[in-house]
């Protein structure tokens, strides 16, 4: 794509009040991003409105764009795709509302790879962040690329785990390319730059602005062509993005927990709404059809220990135990902590305590 052509399909995206429809409004009529900023106010008005026809033709987004090529020259890894570019993602260019420009910075041709979501809460328990991590780096091994949307929680844990297998990893944010948020994941930004992908369809500087993530959501959903959800509230933001992927037309699949636990009921729900139950990487490779089913098992630990083998999947308080085994509290505390040291289980707090399966 020439600079010229590059310029125009920026101040179309950059322009405030241009959104998606917006500008998909304009491109079905005029056809090209060149052609729409060749109109006169008047003409575009009959399409947009005065408010945004002036904007356009003001030139509004002239301060974005200028920012958008002094960034584009600072790293050969920066890149800035519009919708017109043979290097858009199919997937994503399908959606009702594409982003008219993504800004990328790591390595493209991952845009071209078959692409996988793991999405979930943000205050996982143990048992969800090791799901997120090894259910990752599995499907990574197997030449999938995992997208997620870089927040705290399952999202950064996928990531993690995809950088452990193959490092092959897309995350989509709601912030300018520029901003790193939230703070916590900053070696994680730095990571996923350097070994994947960083999407932006943001312009340089943006904060985040709470509406910024559900318009991320549909990125996420809009690359893959399966999504999986480990563990969500019924409420939750990943429950925005898994309806999302369903109205796509895309794969949803989710793993159950316990019943007990707040951060299953999301997955319970698309579960019982026809999503896929997922026990093991074997589930998702069948639905997705993508390779002969392998033996990859990642929830089952066999263990002689008493304790762990008198806990089920739900956290259990230190009287429970000691009624099981008829032994005093003090008679444990020891073994407890070394369970919780040698990662077989975590401790809830309350005196409570849950096993973690791998």
Not at 37 to 46: G, K, V
Not at 202 to 229: D, E, H, K, Q, S
């Amino acid at each position: 794509m020439n600079t010229y052509n590059l310029r125009s399909w920026l101040t179309l995206g950059m322009t405030p009040k241009v959104g998606p429809k917006t500008a998909l409004k304009l491109l079905h009529h005029f056809k090209t991003a060149e052609n729409i900023l060749a109109q006169d106010s008047s003409t575009l008005a009959q399409f947009v409105g005065n408010t945004v026809a002036r904007l356009i033709i003001g030139n509004a987004a002239e301060k974005a764009v200028n920012d958008a090529y002094v960034w584009l020259e600072q790293d050969k890894n920066n890149n800035i795709i519009s919708l017109g570019d043979p290097a858009y993602p199919k997937e994503l260019a399908q959606i009702a509302d594409p982003p008219i420009i993504l800004f990328a910075k790591g390595d493209l041709s991952l845009l071209n790879k078959q692409k996988f979501t793991i999405i979930g809460t943000r205050h996982p328990t143990e048992q969800g962040m090791l799901n997120a991590l090894n259910f990752a780096e599995h499907l990574a091994n197997l030449n999938l690329t995992i997208v997620s949307g870089m927040a705290e929680g399952i999202d950064r844990h996928a990531h993690l785990g995809a950088l452990q297998g193959n490092g092959k990893t897309i995350g989509v944010i709601g912030t300018g390319i520029d901003r790193i948020y939230p703070a916590s994941n900053k070696d994680l930004f730095h990571k996923v730059a350097e070994s994947g992908l960083l999407l932006s369809e943001f312009a340089l500087g943006t904060t985040p602005f709470v509406g910024n993530f559900p318009r991320r959501n549909r990125i996420v959903a809009g690359l893959c062509t399966g999504c999986l959800v480990i563990e969500s509230a019924i409420d939750g933001g990943s429950m925005i993005t898994a309806n999302m992927a369903l109205e796509m037309g895309r794969e949803v699949m989710a793993i159950p927990g316990s019943i007990h636990n707040p951060v299953a009921r999301g997955c319970h729900k698309l579960i019982k709404t026809g999503a896929k139950l997922v026990e093991t990487t074997n589930d998702i490779i069948e639905e997705l059809r993508i390779a002969p089913a392998v033996n990859t098992s990642i929830v089952t630990q066999a263990t002689d220990d008493p304790i762990l083998q008198i806990m089920g999947f739900d956290a259990v308080d230190i009287d429970h135990i000691c009624n099981k085994l008829n032994v005093a509290a003090t008679e444990i505390y020891a073994n407890l902590l070394a369970l919780e040291l040698d990662g077989h289980i975590t401790n809830c707090g309350n005196g409570k305590y849950q096993r973690i399966f791998r």
